[in-house]
């Protein structure tokens, strides 16, 4: 029996369908990103997990019981919201404390949990700073301790990092994955940040058109995309259309490629995903090795990224592919003729 399930959940709002049978489970102590673009479905799905929305069809069960009846405060859930909502005229301490005192709690175990949760989060130093004079990520971690402190069986975030800058999101990514592990809290993430759902999350529900085309382990879902729409929201743009010829090659207007073709059959239409990690620069007159493809363009645009050289090569044709060459290759420049190996463990087939 899973920890939470959600079973055939529809909705809709003014006739228009919001969400379409939407199935997932959910085991304790995990970390489930919801993943997909404005208006996928994914903050109303999260609402009435929470019990702020009632679906048309469908049921939320929490260890098997039926939570349809259940209003949102027994539900024991903690949610954070994007706005984080604190309360301007309460300091630190007194907005983690805010809900505690609400639930009816003692005041020596309020001053307990709310020192826990402070230390927690980090912001021991800040219990009597009011909020309003906090940074955006000061007052992110606030807002978590706030949402940890009555101890909520199930924890709902709605892109909790959405309204800060992209460097003190990327810090506080990784602060917000050792927090959650640390305690064991179950969680679901609402984002559509590939970034954030690939750094913090256990498994991650693609949504799309009130859907889930996707549910799958960060891994999984980078390597092997169900389908060609969920490689480009992904922001995997290296799609290429070919036909089955053999059990290990593909044709495409790029030329043979070699790759197995597992579950397609022989002239079968199919799509190739060419990840940007597949290539590497031939060098000079290299023999291309047994079951690796290489194909040969132009490089019309090369940005320096650190570690890795992100190259848009044009192939002829309309094609344009683009990879993350290694800062080991040789460095690329605007206007080269170049050719590149292919890796077949880098190369996924799917329906055409």
Do not use: W
Request: charged share 20%; with cysteine.
């Amino acid at each position: 029996m899973a920890f939470l399930q959600v079973s055939c959940i529809s909705k809709a709002f003014g006739g228009v369908p919001v969400l379409r049978g939407v199935s997932l489970a959910l085991e304790e102590a995990r970390i489930l990103c919801i993943l997909g673009p404005s208006g996928s479905g994914k903050t109303t799905l999260l609402r009435i997990i929470a019990g702020l929305e009632r679906p048309d069809q469908g049921a939320v069960l929490f260890k098997g019981r039926d939570l349809r009846n259940t209003r949102p405060h027994l539900r024991r859930f903690g949610m954070m919201f994007q706005e984080y909502a604190l309360f301007p005229h309460l300091d630190v301490s007194g907005n983690i404390a805010f809900g505690l005192h609400m639930l009816g709690i003692s005041r020596s175990e309020v001053v307990r949990r709310t020192g826990e949760m402070l230390s927690l989060v980090g912001l021991e130093d800040l219990s009597r700073r009011n909020v309003s004079e906090l940074s955006g990520g000061e007052r992110q971690r606030v807002a978590l301790a706030r949402s940890l402190a009555p101890y909520p069986r199930l924890l709902l975030l709605d892109e909790p990092l959405g309204s800060l800058d992209r460097g003190l999101r990327e810090k506080l990514l990784l602060d917000l994955r050792e927090i959650l592990r640390r305690i064991g809290m179950t969680t679901i993430v609402v984002t559509h940040d590939q970034t954030e759902a690939f750094a913090i999350a256990d498994t991650i529900a693609v949504m799309d058109r009130g859907e889930i085309a996707q549910m799958d382990t960060p891994e999984n879902l980078y390597r092997h995309p169900a389908d060609p729409d969920v490689a480009r929201f992904l922001g995997l743009a290296n799609l290429v259309q070919g036909r089955v010829e053999t059990g290990s090659s593909i044709a495409t207007p790029l030329g043979l490629l070699h790759v197995p073709a597992h579950g397609h059959e022989r002239g079968e239409a199919v799509t190739v995903l060419i990840r940007p990690d597949a290539a590497v620069i031939c060098r000079g007159d290299e023999q291309v090795p047994q079951g690796m493809s290489m194909v040969e363009g132009n490089v019309h645009d090369c940005l320096f990224k650190g570690r890795s050289y992100h190259v848009e090569v044009r192939i002829p044709g309309p094609q344009a592919l683009f990879f993350d060459l290694p800062q080991n290759s040789p460095a690329p420049r605007v206007g080269d003729r170049v050719k590149l190996l292919l890796s077949p463990g880098a190369i996924t087939v799917m329906p055409g």
